[in-house]
């Protein structure tokens, strides 16, 4: 079983960090932070940058973790937190299959980093050598709310409204508040 867990980390948390690359960098035929932003911001998820550095840090970071086997259940769970904000804001509204744009391979990811917390990353981690593996029940579902809690906390901080302060460097007016010297005084 060592070499099954060491393969699934490889796989699954290589192809994550290709894809937080993609974003990031432009790396592995990726379109690059920019490109990415305005695709973010394209589907609602405010400020694009914003959200496309913390979604390409999430994925590239915990897909690196996730490879190593180092801190498995932290890594587990911003990956969940990415993978639960992309069925939000992508794929729910087209249903479960991958071949309609659904969500069934999101629910795939979380489902094995999630086992890979249940069972541990394996002696042939990090974490391992460490000695400091952490798995089991309790650690699978302190990941799998964190990771629920991070997507909400996107979900939450892309649909506010920007602060004033932003809002008119985009470009929009703040409403003008007069100087209570400059209000007219009342008539009689």
Same mark, same amino acid.
């Given at each position: 079983?060592?070499?099954?867990?060491? *393969? $699934?980390?490889?796989?699954?948390?290589?192809?994550?960090?290709?894809? !937080?690359?993609?974003?990031?960098?432009?790396?592995?035929?990726?379109?690059?932070?920019?490109?990415?932003?305005?695709?973010?911001? /394209?589907? =609602?998820?405010?400020? =694009?940058?914003?959200?496309?550095?913390?979604?390409?840090?999430?994925?590239? =970071?915990?897909?690196?973790?996730?490879? $190593?086997? *180092? %801190?498995?259940?932290?890594?587990?769970?911003? $990956?969940?937190?990415?993978?639960? &904000?992309?069925?939000?804001?992508?794929? /729910?509204?087209?249903?479960?299959?991958?071949?309609? !744009?659904?969500?069934?391979?999101?629910?795939? *990811?979380?489902?094995?980093?999630?086992?890979?917390?249940?069972? =541990?990353? !394996?002696?042939?981690?990090?974490? /391992?050598?460490?000695?400091? %593996?952490?798995?089991? &029940?309790?650690?699978?579902?302190?990941? *799998?709310? &964190? !990771?629920?809690?991070?997507?909400?906390?996107?979900?939450?901080?892309?649909?506010?409204?920007?602060?004033?302060?932003? /809002?008119?460097?985009?470009?929009?007016?703040?409403?003008?508040?007069?100087?209570?010297?400059?209000?007219?005084?009342? &008539?009689?």
């Amino acid at each position: 079983m060592k070499i099954g867990r060491l *393969l $699934l980390r490889l796989s699954v948390g290589g192809f994550f960090f290709g894809h !937080g690359a993609q974003k990031l960098f432009g790396w592995f035929d990726g379109n690059g932070l920019e490109a990415t932003a305005e695709g973010f911001e /394209a589907i =609602g998820l405010h400020p =694009g940058k914003a959200n496309a550095i913390v979604a390409g840090a999430a994925e590239a =970071g915990g897909g690196a973790m996730l490879a $190593l086997g *180092l %801190e498995t259940p932290f890594a587990a769970s911003v $990956l969940t937190a990415t993978m639960i &904000t992309a069925i939000e804001s992508v794929h /729910a509204k087209n249903g479960p299959w991958a071949t309609k !744009g659904g969500y069934e391979y999101n629910v795939v *990811l979380i489902a094995a980093v999630l086992m890979l917390v249940e069972a =541990g990353p !394996g002696g042939l981690s990090l974490d /391992a050598a460490r000695g400091r %593996e952490r798995s089991g &029940t309790g650690w699978t579902l302190a990941a *799998l709310a &964190t !990771g629920a809690l991070g997507a909400l906390a996107a979900h939450l901080a892309s649909t506010s409204p920007p602060p004033p302060a932003a /809002a008119a460097h985009q470009g929009e007016q703040a409403s003008p508040v007069q100087d209570s010297s400059e209000q007219e005084a009342p &008539t009689a």
